[in-house]
């Protein structure tokens, strides 16, 4: 496990949602690595792989988040792809 921080970060507004991205496009992510980060209004997340994966099985990422941390399951370590989050705005 090790703490990792995205490459960059968007907030969009959605009328009475904002949508946050956090892009981990170069800082690659292994099991159980974590991202800190507190979300006034957090409503949901969703995590959308951009790397290739080497077999099927290998494929995907499941993030879990409680109290302010984010912790990211993939397939293989090594994956890359953007955190949307939804908070109210």
């Given at each position: ?9 968007l ?27 507190s979300i ?22 499941s993030?879990?988040?409680?109290s ?21 705005s």
């Amino acid at each position: 496990m090790a703490a990792k921080t995205p490459n960059s970060i968007l907030r969009d507004n959605a009328g009475s949602t904002n949508i946050i991205r956090a892009f981990f496009t170069t800082t690659t992510l292994a099991d159980t690595d974590t991202w800190t980060q507190s979300i006034p209004g957090y409503l949901a997340h969703e995590f959308t792989q951009t790397n290739n994966p080497t077999t099927q099985a290998s494929a995907g990422v499941s993030v879990g988040y409680s109290s302010g941390v984010f912790t990211f399951y993939p397939g293989e370590d090594a994956a890359t792809g953007i955190l949307r989050i939804v908070v109210r705005s």
